[in-house]
C-alpha cells in the first residue's frame, strides 16, 4: 500500500474519531445544568449573577427539570430556616439551594455564585443563614 491510502484508510478516519471524542467531551464539562423558579423575580436576578460567574469560567449553563439538574434552586419552609433564610448543600458538582422563601432562594443563589467566583465548584461549602 502506498503511504496516502495508509493515511487515507486507517489514520484519517482515526484522527476525525478522536476530534469528536475530544469535542463531546469538552462540551459535557462546560456545560452545567440548573433547574431553578425563574419566574420568580428575586430567583430571576439572582440567576443572572450566577450565570455570568460561570460565563466568567467558560461554563455554559442549561436549565433543566429538577431530576436532570446538576443545581437545584427552590422555595420551601424547611424546618430552621426563618424568612429570608437559605439552605446551601451538597457537593462534586451536586448542590441545593433552598431559601425559605423567594428571598432566601435569592440570597442562597447569590451566596452559591459568591463561593462558585471565589473558589470554584469543588470549593462549595455547605451554609446555612
Not at 42 to 54: D, G, H, K, R
Not at 82 to 96: A, I
Not at 104 to 122: C, F, H, P, S, W
Request: charged share 25%.
Amino acid at each position: 500500500m502506498k503511504p496516502k491510502t495508509i493515511f487515507k484508510k486507517t489514520i484519517f478516519p482515526g484522527l476525525i474519531i478522536l476530534i469528536l471524542l475530544v469535542s463531546a467531551c469538552s462540551k459535557t464539562q462546560n456545560t452545567i445544568s440548573i433547574f431553578a423558579e425563574v419566574d420568580v423575580p428575586q430567583i430571576q436576578f439572582a440567576m443572572e449573577e450566577l450565570e455570568s460567574v460561570f460565563a466568567e469560567k467558560g461554563i455554559t449553563v442549561e436549565l433543566v427539570d429538577s431530576k436532570k439538574a446538576d443545581i437545584t434552586i427552590s422555595i420551601s419552609a424547611v424546618e430552621g430556616l426563618k424568612t429570608e433564610g437559605f439552605q446551601l448543600s451538597g457537593k462534586k458538582g451536586k448542590f441545593q439551594v433552598t431559601g425559605y422563601d423567594a428571598a432566601g432562594a435569592m440570597y442562597g443563589t447569590l451566596e452559591l455564585a459568591e463561593q462558585v467566583k471565589i473558589n470554584g465548584l469543588d470549593g462549595v461549602e455547605e451554609t446555612i443563614r
